[in-house]
Nanobody, 124 residues
C-alpha cells in the first residue's frame, strides 16, 4: 500500500503562483510513476503532469506546458507541482496519484493510489 497526502492548495489571483506537495509513504519503492490530476466541477478528471520515478522523465498537459513544473525529492518521497501564471481555468481539486508499473499514463484509471485532493481556486 502507498499513502499519498497532498498540500499547498489555496485561493489565489490570476497570474499568481502556487506549489503543491505530495508526500508518499508505505511501499513507495513499488511506484513507477506519479502524477498530478485535477477535476473541475462538472468536468472529468484530467492529467496535469506526471513524472517517472526511474529517470525523472516527465509529461505535461498542453494546457499547462511552460507554466507548471513537476519535480521530485527522492529522499523525502515527495513530488511537487510548481504552478506559475495561474489562470481561472486552472481551478479545481488537484489529486496526486501513484502507479505501480509501466511508468507514466495519461489515464486516471491506470493509477493505483490516490491522495485526498487539495483545492486550487484561481480568481480573475
Amino acid at each position: 500500500q502507498v499513502q499519498l497526502v497532498e498540500s499547498g492548495g489555496g485561493l489565489v489571483q490570476a497570474g499568481d503562483s502556487l506549489t503543491l506537495s505530495c508526500v508518499a509513504s508505505g511501499r513507495t519503492f513499488s511506484s513507477s510513476a506519479m502524477g498530478w490530476f485535477r477535476q473541475a466541477p462538472g468536468k472529468e478528471r484530467e492529467i496535469v503532469a506526471a513524472i517517472r520515478w526511474a529517470d525523472s522523465g516527465t509529461f505535461y498537459a498542453d494546457s499547462v506546458k511552460g507554466r507548471f513544473t513537476i519535480s521530485r525529492d527522492n529522499a523525502k518521497n515527495t513530488v511537487f507541482l510548481q504552478m506559475n501564471s495561474l489562470k481561472p481555468e486552472d481551478t479545481g481539486v488537484y489529486y496526486c496519484a501513484a502507479r505501480h508499473f509501466l511508468g507514466i499514463s495519461t489515464d486516471w484509471d491506470r493509477y493505483d493510489y490516490w491522495g485526498q485532493g487539495t483545492q486550487v481556486t484561481v480568481s480573475s
